[in-house]
């Protein structure tokens, strides 16, 4: 399996923008899923999902984790407040840390 970033320049959010490419070596068969979708998918957001059904996506910024830089990509339930929150290293896309309201 071939795994890969890609910048999707004409998207405006960062997390549209960005995502993973994978393919098959085997069957050739290819899927995407941009920073947003990969978020999403996470079971913590999930969780929240469930008993958010008006969740919306946040304004990505900017933070330091690791000492490096990074994207925090929050979720707001049926209020403005922040019902989860998935962080990425800005350069290597990598998913570093998850963090939900759920059961609190």
Known sequence: MTVRAYTRE????????HGWYATCGTCGE???????GLALAQPEVQAVRRSEPAMRMLPVRDVIRDDQPAKVVGFSGSGEREVASVVFLRDSLRLVHVWSAAGR
């Open 10 to 17: 004409e998207r405006l959010c960062w997390a549209g923008r």
């Open 30 to 36: 290819e899927v995407s899923g941009s920073i947003a």
